[in-house]
């Protein structure tokens, strides 16, 4: 089991930045498979935003490519989500994710609202 805790989200007005952090425990990052970020707004189903694996690979939605980068801070077992140029439809709970090949699970998510 690994358990994460995301943080870094907030009200923010268009065309801002915001970095999510999402914190590692039971597991070091490196050892799992991928580590991702998911989105859910209100009344849609959640969906992948971005995923970085185990070798570094990393992988975007198209809402976002040139505008949010992935990364990590090994010694710090933790992850990021780097958000610019944020627009009002990115307005979600964003959700950290680490899945294993017998395992998924997920941080309580973090708010993130963005105003035009």
């Known amino acids: 089991q690994v358990q994460l805790v995301e943080s870094g989200g907030g009200l923010i007005q268009a065309g801002g930045s915001l970095r999510l952090s999402c914190a590692a425990s039971?597991?070091?990052?490196?050892?799992?498979?991928?580590m991702g970020w998911y989105r859910q707004a209100p009344g849609k189903q959640r969906e992948l935003v971005a995923l970085?694996?185990?070798?570094?690979?990393?992988n975007y939605a198209d809402s976002v490519k040139g505008r949010f980068t992935i990364s990590r801070d090994n010694a710090k077992n933790t992850v990021f989500l780097q958000m610019n140029s944020l627009k009002p439809e990115d307005t979600a709970v964003y959700y950290c994710?680490?899945?294993?090949?017998?395992?998924?699970?997920w941080g309580q998510g973090t708010q993130v609202t963005v105003s035009s």
């Open positions: 970085i694996t185990s070798g570094g690979s990393t």
């Open positions: 994710n680490a899945r294993g090949s017998s395992y998924t699970n």
């Open positions: 039971g597991r070091s990052i490196i050892r799992i498979n991928a």
